[in-house]
């Protein structure tokens, strides 16, 4: 501290005594708190909790026994009606969350009192008009550090705010907008704070951009690294991409990643490579589409990659968020990840070395019919997009999609919310028409409001999974009679919160499946849950239609 | 164009605004009040206290680059003009009246004028003998607690931040109001309100964190009816008073697209 500094906090302490205040401590939020999230299990740090992205909440104060005693505390309306997808930040009593914007509108962040729900301060963001988003005016959270907020948008822009006043101390270019497809970045996810660095991927695979993940300083948003998901002209990778097609070839960022802090690295999922359904113009596995990317936090150097779908014409990205996980595999300590792929398997990966350890189809798979040693999944042929029509199970939009998934330290299970039965009748050269879900009326992308369901079984459905991450194998499942957009959350007193399309927020019986809690909260939910606590009571929060809705016990 | 093409087309849309101006009867002082804050907190970033910063306009004299009625200028408020930086914002049609009225009442009143002092001695004293960042904060330095200063030479006018700077208690923004509240425990907390509603409050109180108190919490509450802000009437000599505005003036940051 200044020694102006300090004279000017002694001057500020006089005149707070003459009016009466008693000086707190500003509690700052550290890097080591961030790394440490969990010994603070009152607050939610990052976007799925921790680094790990874990999505478990240590409070126990809701019970199987009591969670019939949620109510209702208060609920926070936007002002935007596009789906809510963010999760929010909790920090010592105050939560942080935004929404995206409407057409020619403005995102809207806000700083709430947890307890009550009411705005202490409201910022507001209108992105260019250039932005042109692929698959929604969507964000689905900010990060912190310090005293500082930070939020990636839509038209490609990475703002620091001050958490205590809404102001803006930064707002950087993360990528340059321009009039063509392959301009057209954005960033919709949570960034990743690690250590002095803000973290975030470029999304628009869809439209051709060539995406990348870069680091920007915290203090100033300087960019210090930058890391293309398609390799460039020279570089490994490149090969695996016909022609001139890896400059279009997508592979969009568009989740939040974690981080390993003893093998010092990150992990990002990365989107489906472009074109989306027509891979004959990038022949090649196309690099590194669909994949997993290990990264040197210092430098943004690929340490090891693995791509769980090499040539995709199914749109299966692999943005889900990267589950980090410590556990015995096969009778010794392993460092590991777990991720439900959109792809319809599920896998365990040694996070430090990136050797494929297990595969397994979590729902219905005919794609593929299983792997060679290195982990390479051997196709089955036929199933590409045809003139006439192939049916390719999971369907396009996947076997689970961005939600964030949850892992239980307390019952060592892996939970997915997950799409079954569901396939993609893919036309050539068009988008692929859907049979099941998509083929039976109404949209099954998410949307804020409620939709008529009229779907059989047969068509599709969405289900919470328990897997096993030592086998992949399913330990029960809780099914709903309409498809899911909603992420997990797992509390250390053995609970289960998601929600679905049918705008039910619901508790399970994380060991059983069993249905204990359901709301009805009249919007779709297209968000993860998670949970606080303020003073000793426990809150679960999660955002559905255009809303944040927060329960805790009645009292 | 030559110059007396633009004093043509000047005054032109000058009659035509003066003209157009049927509204103006329906405004109070009121209103016209209300048109300020809002001028001041959705318009002057752009168009600078006085409305004369984007080239070519000047809207406290009524000067467009084309010719404008009261219900293009509401219109034009409401909804943008597509392909420009001029956003949207989506007012009521009353509310955008009165940043009309608003508009032409600063026509009739005195423009700012820091020249008077010197912006780095100010900037000394803000610093120093003034100790206003004790409460204030310029570009990420000095509290939170009272308003933030960084853009205020954008939003505010020189005669206006003199007064505030002499006479604090005679306008105090509703964003700057104060609040205090005493516990049962008899701890009293002051800090500058954010939100009221008629069970809790919230405010950032002296040590800049982010409090809210439900009122059945609390022992007694209410506003601090003078502004903490103290007068410099007596504390700073006349030039001081126009150091210091002049580096006020000159803080201004236009914000970021």
């Keep these: 501290m200044s020694a102006a500094r300090r004279r000017s906090v002694c001057s500020l302490g006089a005149a707070l005594v003459a009016l009466g205040m008693v000086p707190l401590v500003a509690q700052q939020v550290s890097f080591d708190r961030l790394l440490r999230a969990d010994r603070e299990p009152h607050n939610w740090l990052s976007y799925s909790g921790t680094l790990f992205n874990q999505r478990h909440s240590l409070l126990t104060q809701v019970t199987p026994a009591n969670v019939k005693n949620l109510e209702l505390q208060w609920v926070w309306q936007a002002r935007s009606l596009e789906k809510f997808e963010a999760t929010a930040l909790a920090v010592d009593g105050v939560l942080y969350t935004l929404q995206g914007p409407p057409v020619q509108g403005r995102y809207q962040v806000v700083a709430l009192d947890a307890v009550t729900g009411r705005p202490f301060w409201t910022y507001e963001y209108q992105p260019a008009n250039e932005a042109r988003p692929c698959c929604g005016r969507v964000s689905r959270g900010l990060a912190i550090l310090g005293d500082t907020l930070f939020m990636g948008t839509i038209d490609a822009r990475l703002i620091a705010l001050d958490a205590r006043t809404g102001g803006v101390l930064w707002n950087v270019e993360a990528a340059r907008l321009g009039e063509k497809n392959t301009d057209k970045y954005a960033i919709t996810h949570a960034p990743l704070i690690v250590k002095d660095k803000v973290i975030v991927g470029l999304a628009g695979g869809d439209l051709g951009v060539r995406a990348y993940i870069a680091a920007f300083d915290a203090k100033n948003g300087k960019e210090l690294w930058r890391f293309y998901t398609i390799p460039g002209p020279g570089e490994k990778g490149n090969e695996t991409w016909s022609g001139e097609s890896w400059r279009t070839g997508g592979a969009g960022v568009w989740n939040s990643g974690a981080y390993d802090a003893e093998a010092n690295l990150v992990y990002f999922g990365t989107g489906n490579p472009a074109p989306d359904w027509d891979g004959r113009s990038r022949l090649g596995d196309n690099l590194y589409s669909d994949s997993v990317v290990a990264l040197d936090v210092e430098t943004g150097v690929l340490k090891w990659h693995y791509q769980f779908t090499p040539h995709d014409e199914v749109d299966y990205d692999s943005t889900q968020v990267p589950v980090l996980v410590d556990m015995e595999w096969q009778g010794r300590p392993r460092k590991v990840m777990l991720w439900a792929n959109r792809n319809g398997l599920a896998y365990v990966l040694d996070r430090v070395s990136g050797e494929f350890l297990l595969g397994k189809a979590y729902v219905r798979v005919n794609w593929m019919e299983g792997f060679d040693k290195s982990g390479r999944p051997q196709r089955v042929p036929g199933k590409i997009p045809t003139r006439d029509g192939e049916l390719i199970m999971p369907t396009v939009l996947g076997a689970t999609n961005w939600a964030p998934p949850s892992f239980s330290p307390k019952t060592g299970l892996f939970y997915v919310s997950a799409w079954e039965n569901t396939g993609t009748m893919a036309v050539e050269g068009q988008f692929p028409r859907g049979f099941g879900v998509a083929g039976t009326g109404g949209t099954p992308m998410g949307q804020a409001t409620l939709t008529p369901n009229t779907k059989k079984e047969e068509d599709g459905f969405g289900v919470i999974r328990a897997l096993d991450p030592k086998t992949l194998d399913k330990k029960w499942e809780f099914k709903m009679s309409d498809i899911t957009w909603g992420g997990v959350l797992t509390t250390a007193s053995d609970l289960l919160f998601s929600g679905g399309k049918e705008g039910y927020f619901f508790a399970l019986d994380a060991r059983t499946g069993d249905l204990l809690w359901k709301a009805a909260l009249g919007g779709q939910i297209n968000s993860g849950p998670m949970s606080y606590s303020v003073n000793g009571k426990q809150y679960v929060t999660v955002a559905a239609g255009n809303a944040l809705f927060a329960f805790a016990l009645r009292q | ?257």
């Design chain 2, 1 to 257: 164009m030559r110059p007396t093409q633009i004093w043509i087309v000047t005054l032109a849309v000058t009659v035509a605004w003066a003209g157009a101006s049927l509204l103006a009867q329906h405004n109070t002082a009121a209103d016209i009040e209300d048109g300020g804050r809002v001028f001041q907190s959705n318009c002057a970033n752009c168009h600078g206290p006085d409305g004369n910063e984007v080239a070519g306009i000047d809207l406290g004299r009524g000067q467009f680059r084309r010719t404008m009625t009261d219900q293009d200028l509401i219109q034009i408020i409401r909804t943008g003009i597509p392909g420009t930086p001029m956003p949207g914002n989506n007012f009521p049609v009353e509310q955008a009246e009165r940043v009309v009225a608003y508009l032409r009442s600063v026509a009739a009143s005195k423009r700012s004028d820091g020249a008077a002092g010197d912006a780095a001695r100010g900037h000394a004293l803000f610093d120093g003998k003034g100790t206003c960042a004790t409460c204030h904060r310029v570009s990420g330095a000095g509290s939170r607690l009272g308003p933030d200063l960084t853009n205020v030479g954008q939003l505010r006018k020189a005669i206006d931040l003199e007064r505030a700077l002499l006479e604090p208690d005679a306008e105090v923004l509703g964003q700057n109001r104060f609040y205090r509240v005493v516990g049962r425990d008899g701890v009293t907390t002051t800090g500058r309100l954010l939100n009221l509603d008629t069970f809790t409050v919230q405010m950032i109180d002296g040590t800049e964190q982010l409090r809210s108190f439900v009122k059945s919490d609390l022992r007694d509450h209410g506003f601090v009816d003078k502004s903490p802000m103290p007068s410099y009437k007596d504390k700073l000599n006349p030039q001081e008073i126009a150091d210091l505005v002049s580096y006020l003036v000159s803080l201004k940051v236009k914000a970021t697209p």
